[in-house]
């Protein structure tokens, strides 16, 4: 089992940047895919970024691509969201998810096991 609890979110003009911080426990993650995904309200949730577990491969959906970056510190068991240049579409809860490192596509939400309970993030314009 892994629980992930996620912070950092919170109210911030367009333009500005917040990082969001997910702490996982139960076990280390080192060999653990994880994944931020977001949903605003009447949408469904959608794939933000991603990280493979033991290796260093990233991905991005092309609406976040230059302007967020994923990373993770195995030995803190943490996982990060850097958000620069946020956007008013930007705005949504925000939520960490974590699976056993596979070979499986890593947009696909339902290939998820682990979720934190969301951060929300309002990017006012």
């Known amino acids: 089992q892994v629980q992930l609890v996620e912070s950092g979110g919170g109210s911030v003009q367009a333009g500005g940047s917040l990082r969001l911080s997910c702490t996982a426990s139960?076990?280390?993650?080192?060999?653990?895919?994880m994944a931020w995904f977001r949903q605003a309200p009447g949408n469904g949730r959608e794939f933000v970024a991603a990280?493979?577990?033991?290796?260093?491969?990233?991905y991005y959906a092309d609406s976040v691509k230059g302007r967020f970056t994923i990373s993770r510190d195995n030995a803190k068991n943490m996982l990060s969201l850097q958000m620069n240049s946020l956007k008013s579409e930007d705005t949504a809860l925000y939520y960490c998810?974590?699976?056993?490192?596979?070979?499986?596509?890593?947009?696909?939400?339902?290939?998820?096991?682990?979720w934190g309970q969301g951060t929300q993030v309002t990017v006012s314009s």
């Open positions: 998810a974590a699976r056993p490192g596979t070979t499986t596509i890593v947009f696909a939400s339902d290939t998820y096991n682990y």
């Open positions: 139960g076990r280390t993650v080192t060999n653990v895919d």
């Open positions: 990280i493979r577990g033991g290796r260093t491969s990233r």
